[in-house]
């Protein structure tokens, strides 16, 4: 059974008991007015109106229209002569027309009231049920625009949390940096230190003491002693952001200097070293014992690299050069195995290393030295094989040495 046919079969009762009821008050309208005919004038047969007036009101268009026709047939009948008959007299039709158009017209405007009635209501349940939803959708909303600003100040304070996380860290990771560069730089004149001590020892407990070489090598601990602490001072000053102590910084002497200090590495690893210096090379307003240092970690590096190789010579070339650009030029060059492409990004990245006992900080400390100075470091392979570090230094203007 389908849905229209379901409504159907529901409505025919209602509808039935409609038209019984117009049927109902017209005959209890025809009883009345029999029974009142001579107490009420019949001449308005009001109880047939009201009949007419009540089905059409709650029975609707057909119980209101069957009402009314009702009415004229019993009005017909009973009332206008010749009684019991449905013939009207002549003088009796303006009557009858009145009395059946009046109940048309009462019928029609009781069905039409209802229905205007019936439908102002159900646009009002239409309107309050839309009301009624919009007012849902709208609590919801609200309650979705609450639960959204909840989340973001939950997300808010997320963040606020992790900056304060990352900036504790990140001094952390300066404090841990500092410690490393400390501990990596000092490394060499401690160990400088220890050696000399030990030939001092050597002299002085020989058989006959050679004072002067105990001299020397008590003169040397001093000085590893002296640049030590020379190299902890400029390394804080580097990490607290104090400016270093500029001079004015002839390279090639600096490459000297650090050439001696290296003298017993390089015979140790069997290294040969050439110098490519410029002569008359401006000089760069820098701090030396900085300068110092970055050249010291790109020989020590070429050397350490270079201890691997057995199969070619193992060669060391440092070359300085005035750029036209107005920089010096100070490359370190080696032969050893060159550096891994994948590492390339990686090695000036602070604690990178590919040595078992390395710490991965010279490189970077050199970096930072020389952007601090003004200048650039970069390594690049060499066709040959090995690898080349250099780096450029702004010049002073028009020094010559
Ligand atoms: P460390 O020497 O403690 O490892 P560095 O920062 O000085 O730290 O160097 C980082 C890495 O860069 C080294 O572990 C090495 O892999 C690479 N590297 C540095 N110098 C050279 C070089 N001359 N030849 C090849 N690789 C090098």
Redesign the pocket.
């Known amino acids: 059974m389908s849905l229209t046919e379901n409504v159907a079969v529901a409505r025919k009762p209602g509808q039935t008991l409609r038209f019984a009821l117009a049927i109902a008050l017209v005959a209890a309208a025809l009883g009345s007015t029999f029974l009142l005919q001579n107490v009420v004038s019949t001449a308005g047969f009001i109880f047939f109106y009201a009949a007419v007036i009540a089905s059409a009101w709650v029975g609707g268009k057909g119980p209101g229209w069957l009402a009314a026709v009702l009415s004229a047939l019993a009005v017909a009948y009973y009332f206008l002569p010749p009684i019991h008959s449905f013939a009207v007299r002549r003088e009796d039709v303006p009557l009858f027309i009145e009395f059946g158009a009046s109940s048309a017209l009462v019928s029609w405007f009781s069905s039409w009231r209802k229905e205007a009635e019936a439908a102002l209501k159900q646009a009002r349940d239409q309107l309050e049920k839309r009301v009624e939803a919009r007012t849902a959708e709208l609590k919801h909303t609200n309650q979705q625009l609450l639960e959204e600003i909840a989340e973001r100040k939950r997300a808010q304070d997320a963040y606020t949390e992790a900056q304060a996380e990352l900036a504790r860290v990140s001094r952390m990771s300066a404090l841990g940096m500092l410690a490393a560069a400390i501990a990596?730089e000092v490394n060499q004149p401690l160990a400088a230190v220890v050696t000399n001590a030990d030939a001092c020892a050597i002299w002085l407990s020989a058989d006959s003491p050679n004072f002067e070489e105990a001299r020397a090598a008590v003169d040397s601990i001093a000085r590893e002693g002296t640049r030590a602490s020379e190299v902890v001072r400029r390394i804080r000053a580097l990490f607290t952001n104090r400016a270093s102590e500029t001079g004015s910084v002839q390279v090639n002497e600096v490459v000297g200097e650090v050439m001696s200090l290296v003298q017993s590495q390089l015979s140790r690893n069997s290294i040969e070293s050439h110098l490519e210096l410029v002569e008359h090379l401006p000089h760069v307003p820098a701090d030396r014992i900085q300068v110092q240092q970055v050249i010291f970690?790109?020989v020590?590096?070429?050397i350490?690299?270079m201890s691997e190789v057995t199969d070619r010579p193992r060669r060391l070339t440092i070359r300085s050069a005035a750029q036209a650009t107005g920089e010096v030029l100070v490359a370190?060059r080696?032969s050893?195995?060159?550096?891994?492409p994948k590492?390339e990004k990686k090695?000036?990245n602070a604690f990178?290393?590919?040595?078992a006992?390395?710490?991965?900080?010279?490189?970077?400390?050199?970096r930072s030295i020389i952007e601090s100075q003004g200048g650039r470091l970069w390594?690049s392979a060499n066709p040959d094989g090995?690898?080349t570090?250099q780096f450029t230094l702004p010049a002073e203007q028009g020094s010559r040495s």
């Open positions: 990596h970690n790109l020590l590096n070429a350490e690299a370190v080696d050893g195995p060159g550096i891994d590492d090695i000036f990178f290393t590919t040595k006992q390395g710490m991965g900080m010279g490189l970077s400390i050199s390594a090995g690898a570090f």
